[in-house]
């Protein structure tokens, strides 16, 4: 028998290709395929990776349909198998079967797409080093940290933290509103935070890393108004929703650990010098900012970790859809949802938009107040109206962009 004709007959994945298990999208349940060869992350239905899952090159295509009739209780057809071959050449799946200029192909597709997702108006990314040497250093050496001897009592600590500021918040804010801070201490502090910043996406790296994962770059990223590392962890679509929510939430994690010097500081330290001010500095401003990273309706840490428990890929996306249907077409055209997720898409849509109404009003109401006090209403009714229009275009161009591009992975 032939090389050829052993791929067709018993069917064998390239080597490298990771499966990953069952998450819910708009009401369909979709595995990701990774191919670490091209740096493609595709998608494919349960059927599909039931099947992938099995060809491993000891069982033939009798096999496979009568494990696959077993599980759906349906006999797979010719017509079946000439869809799955298909898709399966067409991205190069197979063991035995691949075409290396259609490889190279694919490959620079996949290169393309990431750097088009790069880059925008509002938001874009610049990759600086591939930390992959760097973390297979690191992580045998910091093995005991992902053990619950110590992230049981690191919790503790954190919540000591948060409810140490808390308690003095007066206190801490009072520190930090304070005027006549000397220059050193405010570059101090800049430069704390960014390194607060780094390991908190380095955690989610790590974390990565430990559980499996491959993380590819580690870069600057620039989403408005904000500049600020960031930490490339794709493979967290092929773990399970507990290790995705750890890979989320670690981030957080280190960033509030990070503060337990300068509670220590303030706590013990003396009062008015400029390490307890900038202990209370770091203090009130890093818990603020680890708080806003758990806020679920901004796509920061919170956002995915409420995604990944939901085992949803895509909440925030799905949410819209679902009221979208709703309301377009009734509650028949929401039906294929699971009621688990009609839930999460309600009280998730809801709350998102009670909460982006409360924020926009909030802000309105303080740049109208700003600009009233400069120019006068007229001038600031003027102003909020031109940046209005000027928004609604953005947005619209941006709809219109994403509707026409193709994702990077599908």
Not at 363 to 373: G, I, K, N
Request: include cysteine.
């Amino acid at each position: 028998m032939t090389t050829v004709d052993a791929t067709w007959t018993r069917p064998r994945l390239r080597a490298g290709i990771v499966l990953g298990p069952g998450q819910w999208r708009n009401g369909k349940l979709v595995h990701h395929v990774k191919d670490p060869e091209t740096g493609w992350y595709y998608r494919v239905g349960p059927r599909e990776h039931f099947l992938m899952s099995r060809m491993d090159g000891t069982r033939g295509l009798d096999e496979l349909a009568g494990e696959y009739a077993a599980a759906y209780q349906r006999r797979l057809g010719p017509e079946n198998w000439q869809q799955l071959f298909g898709m399966l050449h067409q991205r190069q799946l197979l063991d035995g079967a691949t075409d290396p200029e259609e490889l190279a192909r694919l490959t620079a597709t996949a290169a393309a797409g990431a750097a088009k997702g790069r880059r925008g108006p509002l938001s874009a990314r610049l990759p600086l080093f591939d930390p992959e040497r760097l973390f297979s250093w690191l992580l045998p050496r910091l093995a005991p940290v992902f053990s619950w001897w110590f992230v049981a009592p690191a919790l503790l600590a954190v919540f000591a933290v948060a409810g140490y500021v808390a308690l003095h918040l007066p206190e801490l804010a009072d520190g930090v509103t304070g005027g006549g801070r000397p220059l050193p201490a405010i570059l101090a502090a800049v430069v704390v935070t960014w390194v607060i910043v780094f390991l908190h996406e380095c955690a989610h790296g790590l974390t990565c890393r430990h559980f499996g994962g491959r993380v590819t770059e580690i870069g600057m990223m620039w989403r408005f108004p904000l500049l600020a590392p960031y930490c490339k962890v794709d493979d967290v679509v092929l773990f399970t929703p507990r290790r995705r929510v750890a890979t989320a939430f670690a981030g957080i994690f280190v960033s509030m650990l990070a503060l337990l010097p300068f509670a220590a500081i303030h706590l013990w330290g003396t009062p008015g010098g400029q390490l307890h001010e900038l202990a209370s500095t770091m203090l009130i401003f890093g818990t603020a900012a680890a708080a806003l990273n758990l806020v679920p309706f901004l796509r920061l840490d919170g956002y995915y970790m409420l995604s990944h428990a939901l085992n949803l890929t895509d909440l925030r996306g799905d949410s819209y859809r679902f009221y979208g249907q709703l309301l377009r077409h009734g509650p028949g055209a929401v039906r294929a949802h699971r009621p688990r997720d009609r839930l999460a898409y309600a009280l998730y849509g809801l709350a998102s938009a009670v909460f982006a109404a409360t924020v926009l009003t909030l802000l309105v109401r303080y740049w109208y107040d700003t600009l009233a006090h400069w120019l006068g209403p007229t001038w600031a009714v003027t102003i909020l109206a031109a940046e209005a229009a000027l928004l609604a275009l953005l947005l619209t161009h941006l709809a219109h962009r994403r509707k026409e591009g193709p994702p990077l992975n599908a």
